[in-house]
């Protein structure tokens, strides 16, 4: 499911790959807009995938959001995002079913 990475990871990568899925979409948004962080390898990566899931999550939120057995769905996305995060604060390269080969096909990963 995880791959070592084969780059320099520093713990400042660290903490926005887990800021970037626990605070996603928002924290993903941010990163792409400083310079020094969006052409960082790990960054890049995890960023990509933090953000297809936070507007997913943000999507559910709305659709789902009218009924109240259903809310749950964007809850449990976000406690799997929060162990992808920890996963990425390890300094371990996360495989999404899915998202990981969606941003990769698109270059954003």
């Known amino acids: 499911m995880t791959e ?20 996603s979409p928002i ?7 400083m310079e020094d ?3 960082r390898p790990f960054i890049r990566a995890h960023n990509a995938q933090a953000l297809v899931l936070g ?7 709305v659709v789902l959001g009218w009924t109240l057995v259903l809310t749950c769905v964007p809850l449990i996305l976000w406690i799997a995002m929060v162990y992808w995060g920890i ?13 990981t080969d969606f941003c990769k096909k698109q270059g954003w990963a």
Do not use: C
């Not at 924290?27 to 807009?33: F, G, S």
């Open 4 to 23: 070592q990475p084969t780059f320099e990871v520093s713990s400042d990568d660290k903490l926005w790959v887990l800021l970037a899925y626990i605070l």
């Open 27 to 33: 924290v993903p948004i941010i990163i792409m807009l």
């Open 37 to 39: 962080k969006k052409n």
């Open 55 to 61: 507007v997913i999550e943000v999507i559910l939120g």
């Open 87 to 99: 996963q990425g604060y390890q300094g371990k390269m996360v495989t999404i079913p899915g998202v």
